[in-house]
């Protein structure tokens, strides 16, 4: 009698490689800051709903030449702007951590 074995299925990453830490892409060891450059790329997609590959560029960009507001997700209606800021800056200094 033969027995059959089942594997169970591999998980699925779609989309999620611009959420890893690129130290992590990298090296392929996770760090204690891993999860806070994942953390603050959703901070920055939340803002904007840009795509993960391009939110961090354009939301530098946008600060350094006063358009911040205009990246903003329009979907939401009235975004307290200066708030909004603060939390994109938020953002960044995560997504600038190396493990």
């Not at 998980?11 to 204690?32: C, H, I, M, N, W």
């Not at 600060?63 to 997700?73: A, T």
Request: aromatic share 10%; glycine share 6%; proline share 7%.
């Amino acid at each position: 009698m033969h027995l059959l074995t089942v594997k169970p299925p591999m998980a699925v990453t779609k989309d999620t490689f611009y959420y890893v830490d690129p130290e992590y892409q990298r090296t392929g060891s996770l760090g204690p800051k891993s999860d806070l450059y994942a953390m603050g790329t959703i901070i920055l997609h939340l803002l904007t709903v840009k795509p993960p590959m391009v939110v961090i560029d354009e939301i530098k960009s946008t600060i350094e030449n006063g358009s911040f507001q205009q990246i903003l997700d329009k979907n939401v209606g009235d975004w307290p702007v200066n708030e909004a800021l603060e939390l994109a800056i938020f953002g960044l200094r995560y997504v600038e951590f190396r493990c």
